[in-house]
């Protein structure tokens, strides 16, 4: 999982490398990211 904490300190939020989905919850862009479609797809194609 990538994020740039920094980031989310001073703005508040974050946003999943792939899709761009914003999230306002640390916990729930790592929720997110285990489950994203573009990351999945990803795994795929590198398999």
Known sequence: MYYDEEFFKK??????YECDKIFFSINKLTEHQKECDSLQKEK????
Do not use: D, P, R
């Not at 795929?44 to 398999?47: K, P």
């Open 11 to 16: 703005y508040g939020w974050v946003s999943c």
């Open 44 to 47: 795929w194609t590198h398999n």
